[in-house]
């Protein structure tokens, strides 16, 4: 089984972040720590980019675990939050 890291700047909100990954894992340990069948993910709140008036939230996403079962859970977090400007 191959060990597997990666890494996502994400700019949604931790609310929401947490929201999902309290719902398809096995189990929180601490505060931003999630564990699932074959991974791990863990949260690491950022300070908000700020351009002017606008402030966007950041959160680094940390995925660790079977490079297989990681890269599905990847694709999936991205499909959920895929946000279309306009």
């Known amino acids: 089984m ?3 890291s990666y890494e996502i700047d994400s ?13 398809i894992c096995e189990k929180k340990e601490g505060k931003h720590k ?3 069948k ?7 709140p950022e300070k908000p980019r700020t351009f002017g008036k606008i402030s966007l ?16 859970l990847i694709k ?7 946000r279309v400007g306009g």
């Open 2 to 4: 191959e060990q597997f």
């Open 11 to 23: 700019g949604i909100s931790l609310s929401e972040i947490e929201e999902y990954f309290e719902n």
């Open 34 to 36: 999630y564990t699932g």
């Open 38 to 44: 074959g991974w791990v993910v863990e949260l690491v």
């Open 57 to 72: 939230p950041r959160t680094r996403i940390i995925f660790s675990g079977n490079k297989e079962i990681c890269k599905e």
């Open 76 to 82: 999936n977090y991205r499909k959920k939050f895929l």
